[in-house]
Structures are given as structure tokens and as C-alpha cells.
């Protein structure tokens, strides 16, 4: 099994900054992509950003410009550094990475989500 665990989330104003961070652990034999979603209330989950362990990129369209993945492989990390943020950007940030252990096929693992609220 692979399990994520996030940190980092909090209550920022509007123009602020926050740095997310998110570690995988377990028996992984082989780490893919990395990244992060995020669910606003009454919303669906939706697509933040990814990197591939070749450090190719995706970013939504809402995110561009202010915020950048990065990933430390040796590290299992993945992190989400948010510039600019704006209270839209208020939402529960989930940890995703696909990966396979000596066991399992290569599947999606997420973490357990961490808050992050924008507002004065």
C-alpha cells in the first residue's frame, strides 16, 4: 500500500501565499505521476496540477501563472507552491500519485485532503 500525507493547508488572505506539501510512503516500487486536486463545497473534484517523474507538467487553466509543482523524487514529495491565491482558490487540496508496489499493479492513491481558505 501507498499512503500520502499532506501538510500545509491554513487560512491566508486574498493576494497571499501558501506552500503544500505532500510525502508518499510504503512499498512503492515505482512512483508516477504526482499531484494535486481540489474539491470547493458543492462542487466536484477537480484538477490542480501534475508532474510526471520526468517533471512534465499540467496545470488548470484557473492556476497558471501562480502556481508551480514541483516534486523531489528522491523524496517521494510533491509539492504546490500558491502565489497570488484568490478566495475561489478556498477548497479541501488532495494528494494524488499514481504507483506500483511489489504487489499492486499501478493504480491512483490520494491522501486525506488539507484545507486551504482564502479570505479577509
Known amino acids: 500500500q501507498v499512503k500520502l500525507v499532506e501538510s500545509g493547508g491554513g487560512l491566508v488572505q486574498p493576494g497571499g501565499s501558501l506552500r503544500l506539501s505532500c510525502a508518499a510512503s510504503?512499498?512503492?516500487?515505482?512512483?508516477?505521476?504526482m499531484g494535486w486536486y481540489r474539491q470547493a463545497p458543492g462542487a466536484e473534484r477537480g484538477l490542480v496540477a501534475t508532474?510526471?517523474?520526468?517533471?512534465?507538467?499540467n496545470y488548470a487553466d484557473s492556476v497558471k501563472g501562480r502556481f508551480t509543482i514541483s516534486r523531489d523524487n528522491a523524496k517521494n514529495t510533491v509539492y504546490l507552491q500558491m502565489n497570488s491565491l484568490k478566495p475561489e482558490d478556498t477548497a479541501v487540496y488532495y494528494c494524488?500519485?499514481?504507483?506500483?508496489?511489489?504487489?499492486?499493479?499501478?493504480?491512483?492513491?490520494w491522501g486525506q485532503g488539507t484545507q486551504v481558505t482564502i479570505s479577509s
Open positions: 508532474m510526471t517523474s520526468s517533471g512534465t507538467t
Open positions: 510504503g512499498s512503492i516500487f515505482r512512483l508516477y505521476a
Open positions: 494524488y500519485c499514481s504507483a506500483q508496489t511489489a504487489t499492486i499493479a499501478p493504480r491512483a492513491y
